[in-house]
């Protein structure tokens, strides 16, 4: 598959009446390239599962247009339904059945012949390294295998793109361990996967292009590390063991670094904004031995995507008008 396995433009979608109407899509915009993993990032409330619904064909949008793998998600539902697989954010699986027999009934409800499911299942066991406890009843699976073999069941009939809505809710981070490593294998077969999360490292991880979504439309886009950048890209760190030596520190700081910098007192911490992070690490540590400054420690760290997060959210503070200027000027 080639060019865009998602394009959504304008989507909108309301909850309830005229007069107590929640909007949860207000204008949504999404492109997502066919054999890529694009996250979807935002805090609860955001739009994420309101947005996987209605591009999954799952919900109608109020208004805007959206194809999925080339199709119309409202003009042509039973197309995409053909070319998708879902995974939502509590395991589907039959816990009565063994693992096996999950895989084989969904072959079935997909409509592969009996001897076919069966091979399809065994196909996904090894697979998704289950083969194992295939015998086994799913209830009797840990939460990481569960949510490996709901993952083999959305892979039966081949998609060509998956919806993982928050695939490692309340898992532990060995099992989330796990499941990454089995979303990176199917991207590495040439699935799409849609993945919307709360989990900033996850979507770091496993998204090579995320959206931060806010009030039902994206505030920003970019790899993690363009969002990250958003914040104010780089910034030298000095942890003095004496409060006293802290506004020496920031004035030796404010020479070396790109902007104003921030002190500490709880902390003994001062940290300002660098261009040229090894130069202005060098830079500093020569400044503070010829100033005899006795140092905790010293480094340079580039923004979390948590700070990016709260930086262009709500969360942080900010207005959705604020959030998107700051990612236009970024």
Not at 253 to 266: L, N, Q, S, W, Y
Request: with cysteine; net charge neutral; proline share 4%.
């Amino acid at each position: 598959m080639s060019g865009h396995a998602i394009e959504a433009r304008g989507l909108r979608k309301r909850y309830g009446g005229r007069r107590r109407a929640t909007t949860a899509l207000d204008g949504l915009e999404l492109t997502v390239p066919a054999g890529t993993v694009h996250g979807l990032l935002g805090p609860n409330g955001a739009g994420k599962t309101t947005a996987v619904r209605v591009l999954s064909t799952l919900l109608r949008c109020d208004e805007g247009r959206a194809t999925v793998c080339g199709f119309d998600v409202a003009e042509q539902p039973d197309e995409v339904r053909a070319r998708i697989g879902l995974t939502g954010q509590y395991a589907s699986v039959d816990e009565q059945l063994s693992g096996r027999q999950n895989l084989v009934m969904f072959g079935r409800l997909a409509k592969l012949r009996p001897r076919a499911a069966r091979r399809r299942a065994d196909e996904l066991l090894e697979r998704f390294g289950l083969t194992g406890a295939a015998g086994r009843s799913a209830g009797q699976y840990s939460g990481g295998m569960r949510r490996r073999l709901d993952l083999a069941a959305s892979m039966v009939t081949r998609p060509q793109l998956l919806f993982l809505d928050e695939p490692t809710t309340g898992l532990d981070p060995r099992s989330r361990n796990q499941v990454w490593d089995a979303v990176r294998a199917l991207v590495a077969e040439g699935t799409t996967v849609l993945l919307t999360t709360q989990y900033l490292e996850e979507a770091d991880q496993l998204a090579g292009r995320i959206s931060v979504i806010d009030t039902g439309r994206v505030v920003a886009e970019g790899t993690a590390d363009e969002l990250k950048t958003m914040t104010g890209g780089d910034r030298l760190e000095v942890v003095v063991r004496d409060t006293a030596w802290l506004p020496g520190t920031a004035a030796l700081a404010a020479r070396i670094g790109d902007g104003a910098p921030e002190t500490d007192p709880e902390t003994r911490r001062v940290s300002v904004p660098v261009a040229d992070r090894v130069t202005a690490l060098t830079d500093m540590v020569r400044a503070l031995h010829d100033q005899g400054v006795d140092v905790e420690d010293i480094g340079t760290r580039r923004p979390t995507l948590d700070e990016a997060f709260l930086h262009l959210t709500r969360a942080g503070g900010h207005t959705r008008a604020e959030a998107e200027a700051a990612w236009k000027a970024a």
